[in-house]
């Protein structure tokens, strides 16, 4: 019967120790019969097992007239679903210990912890895993990015893109993946991300985030790439400035681009369009006027020699201000 069925004679004793097959009698000799009905069961009870029921399982199905197939199936999906996530999250971590190239256990066990604190509930914990990172207990680049990305405290998100700057442009390609996520929360902190890690490729990836449907990750690749010198990023900036949105930040960003002369005509001329077209918002007028102060030119003289004599009193006191700082220097 082991030769014919596959199943080895040792399991055979056990299917009976258990009641699942009852052989209808024995030879002389002692051995056991096997009828053709206990053959179809034997094979049953095979092929339920292949679906990854237990010895238990399988007798209930077997001997229970009432038992449904539909729930039974159900609950297996829902137990290898299980599985498979346990083994896939097993998996990677695996991968992420060799992608550190331990030397040793002991650097193996150091990875672990670092790993373990980057994934606490703990804020302070996955904060201290992040800072303790460095050359002699390395993390994983895609563990610091999955953390990145995935970090919703700004103390700990911190530490975290401090870690994985030090990976230089090996952090670029999970933060890559990153900015097709649907989440726009995902996106922006990928863009905040690789405006901490320096080189071409970074500053090419926040290049495409300039288009971006999210007006938040826009806003960031924005001031990212105008600390960078990428004039891009000037009419995302000048908008900033006008709707005031990080508005300090994004005149700062527009005084380092102005450093290019043929960079500051444009920024002049970008900021004393969006003033003709602001509209009745005086705050916006006087925020953009104020981000005149550090574009240089002939452009932005002759502008705030006419806004010196603007309606809005705030404005004309700004602009003549900002003229006598000029005529100053």
């Known amino acids: 019967m082991a030769r014919r069925s596959g199943v080895s004679a040792r399991m055979l004793r056990h299917y009976e120790s258990l009641g699942l097959v009852r052989p209808k009698g024995r030879t002389d000799a002692g051995y056991r019969e096997y009828s053709s009905e206990d053959i179809r069961r034997i094979f049953h009870i095979e092929s339920l097992r292949s679906l990854g029921l237990s010895l238990s399982e399988v007798r209930r199905v077997l ?6 197939p539909s729930e039974l199936v159900d609950d297996l999906i829902r137990r290898t679903r299980e599985r498979i996530a346990s083994q896939t999250e097993l998996l990677t971590r695996l991968r992420r210990i060799d992608a550190a190239g331990p030397a040793d256990w002991a650097d193996v066990l150091r990875i672990i912890a670092l790993l373990q604190a980057l994934g606490s509930e703990s804020a302070t914990r996955r ?5 303790s990172s460095g050359e002699r207990d390395p993390v994983p680049v895609e563990a610091l990015a999955e953390a990145v990305l995935n970090e919703t405290d700004p103390n700990v998100a911190g530490a975290l893109r401090w870690a994985l700057a030090r990976s230089g442009e090996d952090g670029l390609a999970p933060l890559a ?23 071409d490729g970074a500053t090419a990836l926040l290049r495409d985030a300039l288009t971006d449907s999210a007006v ?8 990212a790439l105008g600390s960078r010198g990428v004039a891009e990023a000037i009419p995302t900036l000048i908008g900033m400035v006008a709707e005031g949105a990080s508005d300090v930040d994004a005149a700062d960003a527009l005084g380092a681009l102005a450093g290019d002369p043929a960079l500051a005509e444009r920024i002049a001329t970008g900021l004393v369009d969006r003033l003709a077209r602001g509209g009745p918002d005086p705050t916006a007028r006087r925020r953009l006027t104020e981000a005149l102060a550090d574009i240089p030119g002939p452009t932005t003289s002759r502008a705030l020699a006419e806004l010196s004599h603007d309606e809005d009193r705030a404005v004309a006191l700004t602009a003549t201000y900002l003229l006598t700082l000029r005529s100053a220097r």
Do not use: K
């Open 177 to 199: 993946e990153a900015l097709g996520a649907p989440e726009a929360e995902v996106r922006e902190r990928a863009v905040q991300a690789i405006a901490e890690i320096a080189g």
């Open 63 to 68: 001997d229970g007239p009432g038992f449904s």
């Open 216 to 223: 938040a990750v826009r806003r960031r690749a924005a001031l």
């Open 127 to 131: 904060q201290r895993g992040a800072l």
